[in-house]
T-cell receptor, first 115, second 115 residues
Framework: AQSVTQPDIHITVSEGASLELRCNYSYGATPYLFWYVQSPGQGLQLLLK??????LVQGIKGFEAEFKRSQSSFNLRKPSVHWSDAAEYFCAVGEGDTGRRALTFGSGTRLQVQP | DTEVTQTPKHLVMGMTNKKSLKCEQHMGHRAMYWYKQKAKKPPELMFVYSYEKLSINESVPSRFSPECPNSSLLNLHLHALQPEDSALYLC??????????????FGPGTRLTVT
């Protein structure tokens, strides 16, 4: 079965600083990878996705992520963080070769932004 | 329009009550999902409907009963719940086939409290 690990439970960055959130997945075949963001008490918003092709993907709100198959990673980055980026971030993987349309989520990383 | 709506936003119910959660999307999606999310945890998949048929049931207790009356609507009927069922219930939808079927769009959720 697939799994997703987000090693950082909580990260604090200063506004304007760069950000990298880590995500490692365990899946033998074709992973479909996603990053979602969740503000307190809200639903999840899709930031970006990777299915195949170019390993650097651009998303909304200035986020990007890079797929590295050799490291089983899909880290999320942003060059300059805004206070409104404070939220919970979830990495997720879908089973790309089984057709089972169920995402497995990591445990999440809570981002705090200092002024 | 990538909007999934859920009603009600908040629900408080006793352990002997019967209530329903509703979810609606008008994106033409043919797959719909129910997730349960406890505080500070990732969403956990409960049910998946594909083309109005139940395709995945993650061994959810029978006190939760899903229903998909048509391709735009998804209900979750609740009966004889336990206090530990208190959580944020999230609905999501996606395309019915192809890689886009893994790209799920979430509603804002229903905050359920069982007393």
């Amino acid at each position: 079965a697939q799994s997703v690990t987000q090693p950082d439970i909580h990260i604090t960055v200063s506004e304007g600083a760069s950000l990298e959130l880590r995500c490692n997945y365990s899946y033998g075949a074709t992973p479909y990878l996603f990053w979602y963001v969740q503000s307190p008490g809200q639903g999840l918003q899709l930031l970006l996705k990777y299915f195949s092709g170019d390993t650097l993907v651009q998303g909304i709100k200035g986020f990007e992520a890079e797929f590295k198959r050799s490291q089983s990673s899909f880290n999320l980055r942003k060059p300059s963080v805004h206070w409104s980026d404070a939220a919970e971030y979830f990495c997720a993987v879908g089973e790309g070769d089984t057709g089972r349309r169920a995402l497995t989520f990591g445990s999440g990383t809570r981002l705090q932004v200092q002024p | 329009d990538t909007e999934v709506t859920q009603t009600p936003k908040h629900l408080v119910m006793g352990m002997t009550n019967k209530k329903s959660l509703k979810c609606e999307q008008h994106m033409g999606h043919r797959a719909m999902y129910w997730y349960k999310q406890k505080a500070k945890k990732p969403p956990e998949l409960m049910f998946v409907y594909s083309y109005e048929k139940l395709s995945i049931n993650e061994s959810v207790p029978s006190r939760f009963s899903p229903e998909c009356p048509n391709s735009s609507l998804l209900n979750l009927h609740l009966h004889a719940l336990q206090p530990e069922d208190s959580a944020l219930y999230l609905c999501a939808s996606s395309q019915g086939s192809g890689t886009s079927s893994y790209e799920q769009y979430f509603g804002p959720g229903t905050r359920l409290t069982v007393t």
